[in-house]
């Protein structure tokens, strides 16, 4: 530095002139830069550092105005009213502003003293100025730190403090501590950390100072603490402690972060990972969790071990090391599909099915499914699967497959032996059909058979009765005549044979009726023991006269009043009966009835009870062979040809019989020991009867008629004689025809009472010809009384001829008893006793 005096430099007038050289070197060091101003600013005097600062010479700065030599043109106007504002005398003062120097534009720090005039020279301004260009921007880049540093103090998320590492006070606190306790700044400078803390083990004082002693020895402190705030709830946090220096003091600085939030989801966390190894490790599938490049496991359930038969632990340590148990076979397919898979976004999907060998050989086949874990944002960060052991439903898959398909060919082999059942059956059914249609026209040819056989049987008996009632006609009206002796007995010959034929007709017609199921049992009431008696009445005559007893042996308490059909009863017993006589020479025959069970007594007749008895007709004769007993009851069977020739018969007489028994609801048997004698025995049931039957009138005096106008139809004319003879004796007039249409002329011609009408004739037969003259105009003679005549004797016919028109039936041979009645029955008609509807008489 230039100490020599410098010229321009006025010496200081206060000071004594020895102390020039101090003066000088004050001038030359006291700030960078010192000038001495008049009143008027121009510059008088400058140090020697001032015109360096500068950059100029003296000669080019003393006299000229400062501020404008100088001063920064902003700084000017301010300058110069500092120095106005400059007392006068001894007046002193500040400035700053800005100095256009040689360096730029440099900021100085002026002291300003105002030097009073003295000596005749006018008053100055002396000015010191110190550069504090340099000064002024560390300054402003402190505070702009501090601000800046205050700033992100304050905007921090975390609480932060500053405790004297000393005492443990609070020395500052940030916006966000004041905001999480609640107190002041000034109310956290007075307490200490103890005073934010829960306060209670291990969240107590001693804790908190344990911690800080371990962050002054240099080991920063991170640690969860329960904080309290100024409200004394209950928070949790986590903290930061670390030693610091600060103003060269040891400092303890306190990061503090509320934690509430995180701890919430954190035990949610908990909670939900809980509930999720729960039910992860409950259920039976393999469940495991890792990373999307499916190169790590986070978790497996435990089901693996039972499944694969491996640790979990083994997983965890070689996550791959699950592909070692696949299956060598299904091993490559397996590769196959994780390889497309891996570097790829994972997407729901299934690995194709594989099977496992466990370390003992056991062979299970698993089903893997995965799915990506995504978070908040749809990233998958995660890749979950299931793993099912499918072994079982495999195996029942593989065996429904097995049984479908041999059910499969279970139908197809049914669906062809159907077919072939099904053509079989065809076939079968077509010639079932054809037999069918075979039988059914044998069956047609044997009804028309049937009926031929029937037809022919009942065309046979009333073409054989016919003439034999003509012989027994004749016989009748011969008897009345005047006769001598033998022609008497050649009379009664004449009788006997048509009799016994008679009895062979009346057993076919039975028979052929029999067989063709056309017998129909009366149901009358009638007396037991009558019927009895009339038997043994008929046949005890030809036993006497053979020497043979006949007794009937009735057991009391069989009932006597039944219901039933006695004239079929009283035929099986005369067959029986007949037969015995017939075959019996010696000794005799009985007839025996007693009750099969208990007797019912004749009240039961109330109930409609039914009685079945045991009848037997036993005799001393000839006996019958055990081979005979079974025959006997065929039809046209006899036992011993020669003897039966001796008696005669037909062999149907049994046949007939055992038929009537069984329609009676009995059966028929045998007990018999050749040369000893036979028991036949039968049952029959009956109902019982309450009431006893009326009995007949007498038949030999019928009542006396009047006399009618009858009108006989019969193309016989034996037959017709004996009828109009019978008539005429009778005193009724007769008018005979041989025809139907000559009837049906006749009855349009006159007024007739009767018209006995043979059903048979050749020509117009009876039915026409009743329907004819039911069609005539005449009503009165439309309306005649006709009653059929015939041996027509089937069931069903006496229906038939009634619907025909006819009002009765007669059956050839004519009785004389059954005549007067057909003939009672029209006079009551004619004298109106019961006259037919819209009918006034014969004549109209
Ligand atoms: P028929 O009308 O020829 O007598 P039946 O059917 O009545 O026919 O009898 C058949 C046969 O049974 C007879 O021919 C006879 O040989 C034998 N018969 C029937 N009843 C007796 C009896 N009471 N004693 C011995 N033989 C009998």
């Known amino acids: 530095m230039n100490t020599t005096r410098n010229p321009d430099v006025p010496l200081a007038p206060d000071l004594p002139a020895h102390d020039g050289p101090l003066f000088a070197t004050l001038w030359e060091t006291a700030g960078d830069i010192v000038v001495l101003l008049d009143r008027g600013a121009r510059l008088e005097a400058i140090s020697d550092r001032g015109l360096a600062l500068l950059g100029r010479t003296r000669a080019q700065c003393l006299g000229r105005g400062w501020p404008d030599l100088a001063v ?185 972060r509320d934690i509430t939030e995180r701890k919430m989801a954190e035990r949610a966390l908990r909670e939900s990972e809980k509930k999720f190894r729960q039910l992860a490790e409950t259920i039976d599938e393999v469940f495991w969790l890792g990373s999307p490049d499916w190169k790590r496991i986070f978790y497996i359930s435990p089901a693996y071990e039972r499944l694969w038969g491996r640790s979990t632990k083994s997983l965890y340590e070689s996550p791959l090391s699950w592909l070692d148990a696949v299956h060598p076979e299904d091993r490559e397919q397996v590769l196959g599909a994780l390889t497309a898979l891996i570097g790829r976004p994972v997407t729901p999907g299934v690995l194709p099915e594989y099977r496992v060998v466990r370390p003992d050989g056991s062979v299970r086949r698993v089903q893997a499914r995965y799915f990506p874990v995504a978070d908040d944002t749809g990233v998958a960060y995660r890749v979950a699967g299931i793993i099912e052991d499918v072994t079982d439903r495999y195996a029942a898959q593989e065996q429904l497959k097995r049984v479908n398909e041999r059910l499969e060919d279970m139908v197809r082999e049914r669906t062809r032996t159907l077919n072939r059942m099904n053509q079989e059956l065809i076939r079968e059914v077509t010639e079932r059909r ?203 069977t006899q036992a011993d040809d020669s003897y039966t020739r001796r008696f005669g018969g037909t062999g149907l007489g049994l046949a007939i019989t055992k038929r009537l028994v069984a329609l009676m609801g009995g059966s028929i048997g045998l007990e018999s020991v050749p040369g000893q004698g036979s028991v036949f025995t039968f049952t029959a049931r009956f109902e019982l009867e309450a009431y006893p039957p009326e009995p007949a009138a007498a038949a030999p005096s019928p009542p006396p008629l009047p006399p009618m106008d009858v009108l006989l139809a019969d193309d016989n004319r034996v037959h017709r004689d004996i009828i109009e003879k019978w008539l005429l004796r009778r005193g009724h007039r007769v008018v005979a025809v041989a025809d139907g249409q000559e009837a049906v002329d006749a009855v349009a011609r006159a007024p007739f009472d009767l018209v006995l009408m043979d059903i048979q004739m050749p020509g117009m037969g009876g039915l026409e010809a009743a329907r004819a003259i039911r069609a005539l105009p005449h009503p009165g003679r439309a309306a005649v009384s006709i009653a059929a005549v015939t041996a027509h004797a089937m069931a069903g016919d006496r229906e038939r001829f009634l619907t025909a028109g006819m009002d009765d039936y007669l059956s050839k041979p004519v009785v004389q008893r059954e005549l007067d009645r057909v003939l009672a029955g029209a006079a009551a008609k004619v004298s109106g006793a019961v006259p037919p509807p819209g009918q006034a008489g014969p004549d109209g």
């Open 72 to 256: 920064a043109p902003e700084d000017r106007a301010r300058l110069r009213r500092e120095l106005e504002a400059l007392p006068e005398n001894g007046g002193t003062g500040l400035a700053e502003h800005d100095l256009v120097t040689a360096r730029g534009t440099r900021r100085l720090a002026w002291a300003l003293a105002a030097l009073p005039g003295r000596d005749g020279r006018p008053p100055r301004v002396l000015a010191c100025g110190r550069d504090i260009t340099d000064m002024a921007a560390t300054v402003k880049t402190l505070r702009e730190n501090e601000a800046a540093y205050r700033c992100i103090f304050n905007a921090a998320s975390d609480a932060i403090f500053l405790n004297d590492a000393e005492t443990g006070a609070y020395l500052e606190a940030n916006e966000r501590a004041v905001a999480l306790y609640g107190y002041t700044p000034a109310e956290l400078r007075a307490m200490s950390p103890a005073g934010l803390s829960a306060g209670y083990p291990p969240y107590g004082a001693e804790e908190i100072r344990e911690k800080t002693r371990l962050a002054r020895q240099g080991q920063p402190q991170l640690f969860e603490w329960l904080s309290r705030d100024k409200a004394g709830r209950l928070f949790w946090t986590e903290v930061n402690l670390r030693q610091g220096l600060h103003s060269g003091r040891e400092r303890i600085i306190a990061v503090v």
């Open 434 to 636: 054809d037999a069918e249609a075979a039988m059914a026209m044998a069956k047609e040819a044997a009804e028309a058979a049937s009926q031929a056989k029937s037809a022919f049987l009942a065309n046979m008996s009333h073409e054989i009765r016919t003439p034999l009632n003509g012989i027994l006609g004749m016989a009748q009206i011969l008897a009345a005549t005047p006769l001598d002796g033998p022609q008497q007995g050649f009379l009664k010959d004449i009788e006997e044979s048509a009799g016994s034929l008679l009895a062979i007709i009346n057993d076919i017609l039975d028979f052929s009726k029999i067989e063709a199921d056309r017998l129909e049992l009366s149901r009358e009431p009638f007396g037991l023991r009558g019927v009895l008696a009339s038997v043994e009445a008929g046949l005890g005559v030809l036993a006497q006269e053979k020497g043979l007893g006949l007794s009937v042996d009735v057991a009391e308490d069989v009932p006597d009043l039944l219901l039933g059909d006695a004239d079929r009863l009283r035929q099986v017993l005369v067959n029986l009966v007949g037969n015995a006589v017939k075959f019996t020479e010696h000794g005799g025959v009985v007839i025996g009835v007693q009750c099969v069970e208990a007797c019912l007594p004749p009240e039961a007749a109330e109930d409609h009870a039914s009685q079945e008895l045991l009848f037997s007709v036993s005799d001393t004769g000839i006996g019958i062979g055990a081979e005979d007993a079974s025959r006997i009851f065929e039809p046209f």
